[in-house]
């Protein structure tokens, strides 16, 4: 089963917004959250990650909010620009398995100019 | 800055083939991590390496092997392909077990 859960799919956001990406997970041993970006054909990229001893992370236009009682995390990209335009994936990794990123199933954002 | 090297970057090979695929870490990171990524699907974990030794292991099929060698490159090898093996396949390095992932840029697997 998804251990990470990704929402929505696909996001259509007008330049200038701000674009929020959700992600829930089931095991409460994950400690660590990164988010990646993912432009076609390349590698995923480290955004900004947050560990649970923390509820909110900013980075730039990249904010992390985490809520460890509700066992979900998002990403919020203020002030969108097209260039934001990629896949955006959350992940998960904890416990025994921590090296282990379990991926979320991606959102493709597109920003409009 | 140095980031993650992957070799090949593009491999077409037959059915039943076998296949190499190369990683070279980023300097002084010690752990590799190898993920496969189908089309329009999120990575999947295959297997991890710390110190040459096997750290932890996914979703790998047993036709696929992998090592790390002392120099810290990893390979990860690949028999009796099958045309499901068609994907992209990431390594990924971290200076610690425990560190920030970093991603090469993949090698494409098609198998005909």
């Known amino acids: 089963q998804q251990q990470v859960k990704q929402s929505p799919q696909s996001l259509i956001v007008q330049k200038g917004g701000i674009s929020i990406i959700n992600c829930a997970y089931e095991?409460?041993?994950?400690?660590?959250f990164p988010w990646y970006q993912q432009f076609p054909g390349k590698g995923p990229a480290l955004l900004i990650a947050?560990?649970?001893?923390?509820s909110e992370k900013k980075e730039g236009r990249f904010t992390i909010s985490f809520n460890k009682s509700a066992k979900q995390f998002s990403l919020h990209i203020m002030d969108s620009q097209p260039g934001d335009s990629a896949t955006y994936f959350c992940?998960?990794?904890?416990?025994?398995?921590?090296?282990?990123?379990?991926f979320g199933q991606g959102t493709i954002l597109t920003v409009h100019p | 800055a140095a980031g993650v090297i992957q070799s090949p970057r593009h491999l077409i090979k037959e059915k039943r083939e076998t296949a190499t695929l190369k990683c070279y870490p980023i300097?002084?990171?010690?752990?590799v991590y190898w993920y496969q990524q189908g089309p329009g699907q999120d990575p999947q974990f295959l297997i991890s390496?710390?110190?040459?030794?096997?750290?932890d292991k996914g979703s790998i099929p047993d036709r696929f092997s992998a090592q790390q060698f002392s120099d810290y490159h990893s390979e990860l090898n690949m028999s009796s392909l099958e045309l499901g093996d068609s994907a992209l396949y990431f390594c990924?390095?971290?200076?610690?077990?425990?560190?920030?992932?970093?991603f090469g840029p993949g090698t494409r697997l098609l198998v005909l």
């Open positions: 300097p002084r990171h010690d752990t």
């Open positions: 990924a390095s971290s200076r610690t077990p425990r560190g920030t992932q970093y």
């Open positions: 095991n409460t041993a994950f400690d660590y």
């Open positions: 992940a998960a990794s904890g416990g025994t398995s921590y090296g282990k990123l379990t």
């Open positions: 390496f710390y110190e040459k030794m096997q750290s």
């Open positions: 947050i560990r649970p001893d923390v």
